[in-house]
């Protein structure tokens, strides 16, 4: 599975877009792009995916860039309980199904100032 | 609509002693499941998953054991814990034969060796 790199920390204001980004210049054509957030003692959660179009659901925007090699994870209007370390993840699909697991990196730790 | 629970919530141990954590999984059938190892200050380690009853694959050879005695049932154990033990323990699941790498976490288990 390609590798991602993702910035250690980021700050945004309330009620500002968060726009967090997330490099993957080794991506293959069947690897897709995942974002999963973890706030302070919770389990992960997901938030988003994508192959190659933009994908927007109620909880965040994913940009990725025409030649796949990057995305941007968009929060669009930031509150203080969407601090949390948000990790990107690429991973590509087995003999066509999803089985195994996610490889989770350090990620980026989002604090929403007030 | 689907649950995940795990047990018990925090747990403190002696060194040597054994383990058994459980998780359980309301609202679906033929799930995969998932045992993860936060320790602190780190990311997630996958440790073991399994996408069937009696089915367990194992990631990291280690300390401990997994065990799947009904579809919606996952247990993690050990005969003899050791300090390094220690950590934030998640179970997770995923729609079986699915072409998708959703996965919705527990609460997790705080599990602190002494």
């Known amino acids: 599975d390609a590798k991602t790199t993702q910035p250690p920390s980021m700050d945004c204001a309330e009620g500002r877009a968060a726009n967090l980004p997330c490099n993957h210049s080794?991506?293959?054509?069947?690897?897709?792009v995942y974002w999963y957030r973890q706030i302070h003692s919770q389990g992960p959660q997901y938030i988003i995916h994508?192959?190659?179009n933009n994908e927007t659901n109620e909880m965040a925007s994913l940009i990725i860039t025409e030649d796949r090699k990057s995305s941007t994870l968009i929060l669009p209007h930031a509150t203080l309980r969407d601090t949390a370390v948000y990790y990107c993840?690429?991973?590509?699909?087995?003999?066509?199904?999803?089985?195994?697991?996610?490889?989770f990196g350090k990620g980026t730790k989002l604090s929403v100032k007030p | 609509s689907q649950t995940i629970h795990q047990w018990p919530a925090t747990l403190v141990q002696p060194v040597g002693s054994p383990l058994s954590l459980e998780c359980t999984v309301e609202?679906?059938?033929?799930?995969?499941l998932y045992w993860y190892r936060q320790a602190a200050g780190r990311g997630l380690q996958l440790l073991f998953y399994?996408?069937?009853?009696?089915?367990i694959s194992s990631e990291v050879p280690q300390n401990l054991s997994a065990s799947r005695p009904q579809d919606r049932q996952f247990i993690l154990s050990s005969k003899k814990l050791l300090l390094s033990d220690s950590g934030f323990y998640l179970c997770?699941?995923?729609?079986?034969?699915?072409?998708?790498?959703?996965?919705?976490f527990g609460p997790g288990t705080r599990l602190t060796v002494t």
């Open positions: 997770a699941w995923m729609w079986g034969g699915t072409s998708s790498y959703e996965q919705y």
């Open positions: 080794t991506i293959s054509g069947n690897e897709y």
């Open positions: 994508g192959l190659k």
């Open positions: 993840i690429v991973r590509a699909l087995i003999n066509g199904g999803s089985q195994g697991n996610l490889i």
């Open positions: 609202g679906t059938s033929n799930p995969n």
């Open positions: 399994s996408v069937g009853i009696g089915q």
